[in-house]
């Protein structure tokens, strides 16, 4: 199982980015794809979930309005669509996947169980 991240970058408040997260060595369409982030001094946070089949999604509190997830299965790749960003997003985004301990999603980190490396956004004026 690999998942690689990608698209990170320096952006002004307001504007968007798209992260993809590419899977290998699984069928990533059968798994749950969770994103995360981390910043500084902080412990990892849950921010989008895409379940598997049907990609129903579930965002934190904190980005829901501004942040989509989508899927592409033919490459394998999960997307987020981060619009409006703020300050507050800078983070290393994270996209991981596992079984989520027999839940159809989470955006508890302790129930994933493979991660890619990160990739970092850094949102200032």
């Known amino acids: 199982v690999q998942l690689v991240e990608s698209g990170g970058g320096l952006v002004q408040p307001g504007q968007s980015l798209r992260l993809s997260c590419k899977a290998s060595?699984?069928?990533?369409?059968?798994?749950?794809i969770g994103w995360f982030r981390q910043a500084p001094g902080k412990g990892r946070e849950g921010v989008s979930c895409?379940?598997?089949?049907?990609?129903?999604?579930y965002h934190a509190d904190s980005v829901k309005g501004r942040f989509t997830i989508s899927r592409d299965n033919a490459k394998s790749t999960v997307y987020l669509q981060m619009n409006n960003l703020k300050p507050e997003d800078t983070s290393i985004y994270y996209c991981?996947?596992?079984?989520?301990?027999?839940?159809?999603?989470?955006?508890?980190?302790?129930?994933?169980?493979?991660w890619g490396q990160g990739t970092q956004v850094t949102v200032s004026s």
């Open positions: 991981a996947t596992g079984d989520l301990r027999g839940s159809t999603w989470s955006l508890v980190p302790d129930r994933y169980d493979f």
């Open positions: 895409s379940t598997r089949h049907d990609g129903t999604q």
């Open positions: 060595g699984f069928p990533s369409e059968n798994y749950p």
